[in-house]
């Protein structure tokens, strides 16, 4: 399998819940991000992992929390989330931050509803 | 990050038409501008790019005229079809920096049959 893969592609969880969602890149690529896409803000970047390492989160509330494994896997866990919370999140990666970095591939997104 | 700004929100456009979306920018050190593609359900594609030793590039429908003076850049898709329909994110950055894009906030294209 090739490119960006998000799992799962839609979740519905309660605000007390739970959950984690996964993304895994074929493309041997170093960075990876979190983006958040909604109706009003249609793309706010969230995280940014360079080889593992957190190099920008960009003042997400704790209820979400990160987790970068290896440079090929990047986590989003969730907890106690609001209604507002519900958006497409995407994740995408990139070469390397910190050389030349031209191109992002993203993935499908994960639809997240909180009810 | 510096703000791209990116219009119209919407564009209704009949099959065959040419789509026009504009995008200006701030930072002049960019030297990246991708434009992404984005269908329902899915999430952003490349579409295409320039850098800005060129004033155009087109592939296929798809060009993007460049304006260094002006900081403005667009995309136009000749002969639009239905095919089209997809919400397009201009970006910009200092790619040579490694620095991360800067987007748009998006144009929903309607091509009508």
């Known amino acids: 399998e090739t490119g960006v893969t998000q799992t799962p592609r839609h979740l519905v969880m309660g605000m007390t819940n739970k959950k984690s969602l996964k993304c895994e890149q074929h493309?041997?690529?170093?960075?990876m991000y979190w983006y958040k896409q909604s109706a009003k803000k249609p793309l706010e970047l969230m995280f940014v992992?360079?080889?593992?390492?957190?190099?920008e989160n960009n003042s997400v509330p704790s209820r979400f929390s990160p987790e970068c494994p290896n440079s090929s896997h990047l986590f989003l866990h969730l907890h106690t989330l609001q209604p507002e919370d519900s958006a497409l999140y995407l994740c995408?990666?990139?070469?390397?931050?910190?050389?030349?970095?031209?191109?992002?591939?993203f993935g499908s997104g994960t639809r997240l509803t909180v009810v | 990050q510096q703000q791209v700004k990116q219009s119209p929100q919407s564009l209704i456009v009949q099959k065959g038409g040419i789509s026009i979306i504009n995008c200006a920018y701030e930072?002049?050190?960019?030297?990246?501008f991708p434009w992404y593609q984005q269908f329902p359900g899915k999430g952003p594609a490349l579409l295409i790019a320039?850098?800005?030793?060129?004033s155009e590039k087109k592939e296929g429908r798809f060009t993007i005229s460049f304006n260094k003076s002006a900081k403005q850049f667009s995309l136009h898709i000749m002969d639009s079809q239905p095919g089209d329909s997809a919400t397009y994110f201009c970006?910009?950055?200092?790619?040579?920096?490694?620095?991360?894009?800067?987007f748009g906030g998006g144009t929903r294209l309607m091509v009508k049959p």
């Open positions: 995408a990666s990139s070469q390397d931050t910190r050389v030349a970095n031209y191109g992002y591939t």
């Open positions: 493309l041997g690529h170093n960075a």
């Open positions: 992992y360079n080889f593992k390492e957190q190099t």
């Open positions: 930072n002049t050190a960019f030297d990246y």
């Open positions: 320039i850098r800005p030793d060129v």
């Open positions: 970006a910009a950055t200092r790619g040579s920096a490694g620095n991360m894009l800067t």
